[in-house]
């Protein structure tokens, strides 16, 4: 046989092998039918059953703090960096610091505490769109007590430790930068977007309260020190360049303290979603179909060629 014939006998196999496939399949139509009826019933249940989630986010401006900070740098950096003094960086520099902080279990701790955020975050129940109220939980925390009746195991609390609500916080919380324009998109997820909408307001309030908090102590901190050590010198140009890094740190502090959008300027606030961001309900709902007539179709074959050879 030469390799034209082997060529057509393999396509004649491989178009056996096709037909008899496709008869396998349609033998066993009524199964895959059931199982796509089935799993695409599961799916719109399990779709109808999953909370309403809103998207409420913000775009933000990084304050650039530079001024005449980038010269001074050059020309003092060294006598700073002795001195233990920051001097003002870019604006880039303070957002991915602000970004990082505003992420940290820190600054979630001071953000609970600040805005009492704990039930809604770690009790949500459902959401009333009449009312545009949230009603937690009652399972899990008493409103009127104010007491957590979570039933957890060791060394989980009936009241959620800050790591344990901080992990769900990070699951709603979103942040990105354009790399480009040098915007930021701060989001929140929830089930209530007046919840979503009042955190991520609360949210840039507090980065930038806080970033301007730390800034203010560590210039005060800084010329405190320069003053000493101008004291103690008598070399003059010494002393000039001490007097500029202490000029460099009372701007510092004028800015933060005329500034309330210290590190993020607002350019587009949060508000009050009208849309569900998820679920997908008609994507979940097509999923299932899809999955449970695979799935219909590896039964068929399975059973086919596993027991009856």
């Known amino acids: 046989m030469n390799q034209v014939e082997q060529q057509a006998a393999t396509l004649a196999d491989d178009e056996i092998d096709l037909r008899e496939l496709f008869g396998v399949l349609w033998r066993g139509k009524w199964l895959i039918v059931l199982s796509t009826i089935l799993a695409g019933t599961i799916a719109v249940l399990v779709a109808l059953t999953m909370p309403n989630i809103y998207r409420s986010e913000a775009l933000l401006a990084p304050v650039s703090a530079d001024g005449g900070a980038g010269a001074l740098a050059s020309k003092y950096g060294a006598l700073a960096g002795l001195a233990g003094i920051s001097l003002p960086s870019g604006g880039a520099d303070k957002t991915g610091l602000g970004l990082q902080i505003l992420k940290s279990r820190q600054f979630f701790q001071s953000f609970v505490e600040r805005h009492d955020v704990l039930p809604a975050l770690m009790a949500p129940g459902s959401y009333d769109a009449q009312s545009q109220a949230l009603l937690l939980d009652a399972d899990l925390y008493d409103s009127t007590s104010g007491k957590w009746l979570r039933e957890v195991q060791p060394p989980r609390q009936a009241k959620p430790s800050v790591q344990e609500a901080h992990e769900v916080f990070l699951g709603l919380l979103s942040t990105s930068q354009d790399k480009e324009t040098g915007f930021v998109t701060l989001s929140i997820e ?22 301007r908090a730390q800034d203010l102590e560590q210039a005060e ?43 993020f300027k607002t350019i587009d606030p949060a508000v009050v979603p009208e849309l569900k961001a998820k679920p997908k309900r008609s994507l979940i709902a097509a999923l299932g179909v899809v999955l449970g007539g695979m799935l219909g179709c590896l039964i068929v074959l399975v059973r086919h060629y596993a027991f009856t050879k």
Do not use: C
């Open 190 to 211: 929830h089930i209530s977007p007046v919840v979503a909408q009042k955190w991520v307001s609360w949210l840039v309030q507090d980065i930038n309260e806080t970033l």
């Open 221 to 263: 901190k800084s010329i405190a020190y320069l003053y000493e050590q101008i004291y103690a010198t008598s070399l003059a140009e010494l002393r000039v360049g001490l007097f500029e890094l202490i000029q460099s740190q009372v701007e510092t502090m004028m800015l933060a303290k005329a500034t309330p959008e210290y590190l």
